[in-house]
């Protein structure tokens, strides 16, 4: 049964600062893998989808990592801004396949302080 | 260019009653997908439809819990008797293809309906 995990939990940095978010997953067998943002009281926004193939995906200021061997996924924001300042998800297909029926992780609340 | 709108933004329904939640998709998708984000827990996936088919309803509860996608009008999640529990968001998302495919965003979603039961 597949789980994603996220860490941290939280996050606060300055602004200006690069970070890094993590996401675990325990099924490497995955078809590809999305990094999503969720504003307080909105819905997601896509950031950045990762297929199965790749290595890496890059919008922007912001970079995601995939190594399907090890189970794991970065983002890294680059600069960060205040209006960084949100909940970020990382998400894969349920049953691995091609289908955006998702399972998400617990999410990483960034704070960007001014 | 509207993207996926869902109404109402916030319902308040007393315990019994029925919720109706309502998803209109993004203009040219298709595929319709319902997850629930309850208190302190992260997003779960419900349903999935395309028009007038249900393809997954393996994440909803087998009790009181619907959906339907007509051929004409907005997706709707049907929950009847609300119990407490049953309190969320509800977030509606659509997309063109079945799959995440491409470096576009392929899911889309909605802001959500809070339901709450007193």
């Known amino acids: 049964k597949q789980e994603v995990t996220q860490i941290p939990a939280a996050l606060s940095v300055p602004e200006g600062e690069n970070l890094v978010l993590n996401c675990s997953f325990t099924?490497?067998?995955?078809?590809?893998l999305q990094w999503f943002r969720q504003d307080p009281g909105k819905g997601l926004t896509s950031l950045l989808l990762i297929q199965s193939s790749q290595r890496e995906q890059t919008s922007g200021r912001l970079n995601a990592s995939l190594d399907k061997s090890s189970g794991r996924s970065t983002l890294y924001i680059a600069a960060s801004q205040p209006g960084d300042s949100a909940t970020y998800l990382c998400?894969?297909?349920?049953?691995?396949?091609?289908?955006?029926?998702?399972?998400f992780g617990t999410g990483t609340l960034l704070a960007v302080q001014p | 260019n509207a993207g996926v709108m869902q109404n109402p933004r916030h319902l308040v329904r007393r315990r019994g009653q029925e919720a109706r939640l309502r998803c209109s998709p993004m203009?040219?998708?298709?595929?319709v997908y319902w997850y629930r984000q309850l208190p302190e827990e992260g997003l779960k996936f419900m349903v999935y439809?395309?028009?007038?088919?249900?393809?997954?309803e393996s994440g909803m509860p087998k009790e009181r819990f619907s959906a339907e996608f007509p051929k004409e009008g907005p997706s709707i999640l049907r929950i009847q008797q609300v119990v407490r529990g049953d309190s969320a968001a509800y977030f509606c998302?659509?997309?063109?293809?079945?799959?995440?495919?491409?470096?576009?965003?392929?899911?889309?979603f909605g802001n959500g309906t809070r339901l709450t039961v007193t």
């Open positions: 439809l395309q028009k007038e088919n249900i393809i997954d």
């Open positions: 203009k040219g998708h298709s595929h």
């Open positions: 998400a894969v297909p349920i049953d691995g396949g091609a289908t955006n029926k998702l399972i």
């Open positions: 099924d490497s067998a995955i078809y590809n």
């Open positions: 998302a659509s997309s063109p293809t079945r799959s995440g495919t491409g470096n576009n965003s392929p899911l889309h």
